[in-house]
Nanobody, 121 residues
Framework: QVQLVESGGGLVQAGGSLRLSCAAS????????MAWYRQAPGKQRELVADITSGGSTNYADSVKGRFTISRDNAKNTVFLQMASLKPEDTAVYYC???????????????WGQGTQVTVSS
């Protein structure tokens, strides 16, 4: 079974920075796109950024120029460097990955458990 484990959330003042990490573990053949989503209270989950295995990236307009997604393919890990944080960035941040596992050799969409990011004004 493949698992995604996030770390790095916390409380930060507006204008500050945080770095989120998400490591995939288990019997993995390959990982395609890795992404970060977030969900604020009372709102739908939204895509923050994603990155292909080749390093191509995509960002939500609300975070462009402030957030940077990157990945280490050798360690099956994706990062989200967040800078110039705003109170509206407050949300639970979820890691997501498209994974082919050795158990099934089928594509599986895997989610992490989420990590809270709170930005105070």
């Amino acid at each position: 079974q493949v698992q995604l484990v996030e770390s790095g959330g916390g409380l930060v003042q507006a204008g500050g920075s945080l770095r989120l990490s998400c490591a995939a573990s288990g019997s993995i053949v390959s990982i395609g796109v890795m992404a970060w989503y977030r969900q604020a209270p009372g709102k739908q989950r939204e895509l923050v950024a994603d990155i292909t295995s080749g390093g191509s990236t995509n960002y939500a307009d609300s975070v462009k120029g402030r957030f940077t997604i990157s990945r280490d393919n050798a360690k099956n890990t994706v990062f989200l460097q967040m800078a110039s944080l705003k109170p509206e960035d407050t949300a639970v941040y979820y890691c997501n990955a498209g994974v082919i596992s050795r158990r099934t050799y089928a594509f599986t969409n895997v989610w992490g458990q989420g990590t809270q990011v709170t930005v105070s004004s």
